[in-house]
């Protein structure tokens, strides 16, 4: 398959856009699109300084390695987490995270999460019995609570992160499952500062499969660490994302399709509010009177008519 761009090889095919790309114009085309939906859903501008959470991973990293390319004023915070079990998964995505940070001379605020209150975020969940066995409620909540108050402390505008369409579609697939209206009513690209000192959150690569973000991380060199956090493993959202998948595969574009709809329902002011039929301009139709809101004959009629016509 040939790239769209020019005559060269495509390095990479997305089906949901029918779009396939070299190395070269997939390079260009991530910034771009990135920009695109940094300024649709207003999340911030060239004066504003904005924290990104780096994790050490392929979303992250690429989140910076664009940011910084596009020109804005990006700076990174790499929480500790002192998750060591296994693969030494703090240890190893803090290397790397530092290593990026050098290579392109960036600033990289560390917080060490044991230094500075004492214990590490699995000995955390465990003292405070919280999570029954997965440390993943205290360690959001450290995680949430850290980011914002670095932001806070150090001036900055607005907390970026790296999540990707398939972490927003797992996310909104939980939630319409649990019908969590809460939770559903507060998510999307961009989470607004809140009166009392919470930073504006937002998320630039929100409509970016994984695979995108992954092939985007490789194409542009960046190492990243590959494994998981130990205790994502078996989690629900990685089951969602699992059936997300499936789904995907026999509909190409189903994920962001569910992502993108919602988001427009939420924004037009539909999402849980009943229509009220009356409201919406229904006359009679002129055949049959049934009340109908299409201008003219009411689609059952019309397509009676049109079939009549093809066999007359
Ligand atoms: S919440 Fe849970 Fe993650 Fe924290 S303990 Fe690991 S899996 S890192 S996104
Ligand atoms: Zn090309
Ligand atoms: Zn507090």
């Given at each position: ?41 207003q ?6 300084k ?19 390319k ?10 500790g ?5 296994g ?19 960036l600033k ?18 465990e ?77 630039p ?22 494994e998981?956090?130990?205790?994502a ?15 995907e ?27 009220n ?24 009629c ?11």
């Open positions: 398959m040939k790239c769209r761009k020019c005559e060269n090889k495509a390095s990479i095919h997305m089906r949901q856009h029918k779009l396939a790309l070299c190395k070269e114009h997939y390079l260009e085309w991530i910034p771009e699109q990135t920009e695109r939906f940094i300024k649709k859903y999340m911030f501008t060239h004066e504003e904005i924290l990104v959470a780096i994790s050490g991973g392929k979303d992250s990293l690429s989140l910076w390695d664009i940011l910084v596009l020109g804005y004023q990006a700076d990174g915070l790499y929480l987490l002192g998750i060591d079990s693969i030494n998964y703090s240890h190893e995505s803090q290397r790397l995270a530092e290593k990026y940070a050098n290579e392109n001379n990289l605020h560390v917080v060490d999460i044991e230094k500075e209150y004492g214990q590490s975020i699995p000995v955390l969940a003292i405070s019995h919280r999570g029954y066995g997965r440390p993943c409620a205290v360690c959001g909540l450290a995680k949430r609570h850290e980011m914002n108050r670095i932001a806070r402390d150090l001036g900055y505008d607005v907390l970026a992160t790296g999540h990707n369409l398939d972490d927003e579609a797992a996310v909104l697939f939980g939630n319409t499952l649990n019908w969590s209206s809460g939770f559903l009513l507060r998510q999307g690209p961009v989470l607004p500062a809140s009166s009392g000192g919470l930073a504006r959150k937002v998320k690569l929100c409509r970016f499969y994984e695979r995108e973000m992954t092939a985007y991380a490789i194409m542009r060199g960046i190492e990243y660490i590959y998981e956090c130990p205790f493993d078996g989690s629900q959202s990685i089951f969602y994302k699992e059936m997300l998948n499936q789904l595969t026999v509909r190409p574009g189903a994920k962001l399709i569910f992502y993108l709809n919602f988001l427009e329902a939420k924004k037009s002011g539909n999402l849980f509010v009943e229509k039929v009356e409201q919406q301009n229904l006359h009679p139709c002129p055949k049959c009177g049934q009340p109908t809101s299409t201008p003219d004959l009411c689609s059952f019309r397509m009676i008519e049109k079939a009549r016509a093809e066999i007359a």
